[in-house]
């Protein structure tokens, strides 16, 4: 993990809060806090997975961070700058480096469009080059994430889901951003396909210094992936510790239930293996509870 002290992404004590309003004829309204003061950095280069099930609040977090929705409060720094409540002008600047990779990687893109435009668009947007020269850079994107330049005239329909998401993460580095969320970009492809899309991710932070926040519903996805790991449930951050010491040290009962739930290779091991239950009305996460320090920058919900 990077040492660097100013982090790439801060995101302080974020809100955000879904209301709806009442029926006129009954039925009542409701406030759902999706996302409920949560706060992380990110350093430079780090990769931050964040796991948890269905419905806990990882996407919201996502994409309340990029600005793509409005915190109901707190605030999301970029380079130490705050970037929550900016103009749409001065927003631009950061949209370059921050960009979003999607689940499914078949409704991302455009089926009217070939993936050589739809890989190239950002770059017509934000940079004035002739023509000859973007062919050139989308042909350089196409390469640098495994795939053939002559596939750039076709359109999505043509590929298999491991190639939509390598189009996808093509078109996502175009403006060579320092940040990339990842929201469950290999939960639906196939097994055999997803080990590759990780090594790909890998490749490209290797080669451009990106950090990622990768969201997984899973543990054992994010385990060699990760340097470090935020666990979230009903939309607080529960745990978070590098990769490490959550696998090896996890204190939540919740962190310990997501672990116990990776099947182990070996039958006889896995047929004797305690599945731990989980009674959120229990363990579950409670108004004026805090992260505490339970070691090195492991901190736990208590
Ligand atoms: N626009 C919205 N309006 C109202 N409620 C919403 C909205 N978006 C999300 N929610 C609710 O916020 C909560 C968190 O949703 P979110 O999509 O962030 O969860 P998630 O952890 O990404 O789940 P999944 O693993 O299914 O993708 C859910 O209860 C969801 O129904
Ligand atoms: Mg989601």
Known sequence: MSAVSTPLVSVR????????????????????????????????????GLVGESGSGKSTT???????????????????????????SRMKRFRREMQIVFQDPYSALDPRMTVG???????????SLSSAERRERAAGLFRLVGLDPSFMSRYPHEFSGG?????NIARAVALRPSFIVADEPITALDVS???QIINLFQ?????????????????????????????????????IA??????????????????TAIPVPDPRIERQRRHR?????????????????????????S
């Open 13 to 48: 004590n974020l809100v955000k809060q879904y209301d709806g309003r009442k029926k006129l004829f009954g039925g009542a309204g409701f406030s759902l806090r999706a996302v409920d003061d949560v706060s992380f950095d990110i350093a430079p280069g780090e990769t931050l």
């Open 62 to 88: 996502g994409r309340v961070l990029l600005q793509l929705e409005p915190p109901t409060s707190g605030e999301v720094l970029f380079k130490g700058e705050t970037i929550s409540g900016l103009k749409s």
């Open 117 to 127: 435009d739809f890989v190239a668009e950002p770059i017509l947007v934000h940079e």
């Open 163 to 167: 190639q939509r998401q390598r189009i």
């Open 193 to 195: 396909i997803q080990a």
């Open 203 to 239: 490749d490209l932070q290797e080669e451009m210094g990106l950090a990622y926040l990768f969201v997984a519903h899973d543990l054992s996805m994010v385990r060699y992936l990760c340097h470090r790991v935020a666990v979230m449930l009903r939309g607080r951050i529960v745990e």
């Open 242 to 259: 590098p990769a490490e010491a959550l696998f090896e040290d996890a204190r939540h009962p919740y962190t310990q239930a997501l672990l």
């Open 277 to 301: 239950p989980f009674d959120l009305s229990v363990h579950g996460p409670k108004p004026g509870q805090e992260l505490r320090e339970v070691g090195p920058n492991h901190f736990v919900l």
